[in-house]
């Protein structure tokens, strides 16, 4: 029997995994905010001034436009950064999907 060398192949395989990892992470992913019938203007408001560190009349434009449509394209990233900007949207339950 011929002996293969698996520790090379081992360390090839570990690096395409951590590359795709950060190709995957890197891809444009956007973040959905749906509307609701219990929060305020001004709730949705200031949660997303704080997570899309957005202006204010930013803010309300989006808020303006879930209301109206029933949902708005709030912010697009990084899966990691719209992880987070779902994250402080979830603070107070708002209704939200991450998409690609």
Request: hydrophobic content about 45%.
């Amino acid at each position: 029997m011929e002996n293969i060398d698996l520790s090379a192949q081992q360390e090839h395989v570990q690096i395409l995994s951590e590359n795709e990892e950060s190709a995957v992470t890197a891809l444009p992913f956007q973040v959905i905010l749906y509307n609701d019938n219990w929060h305020t203007f001004d709730e949705v408001i200031d949660q997303l001034v704080k997570a899309v560190r957005c202006s204010y009349e930013k803010a309300r434009d989006f808020a303006f436009e879930v209301h109206v449509k029933g949902k708005a394209l709030v912010f697009n990233g990084s899966l990691q950064d719209c992880l987070k900007v779902t994250s402080v949207l979830e603070e107070i339950a708002l209704n939200t999907q991450i998409v690609s």
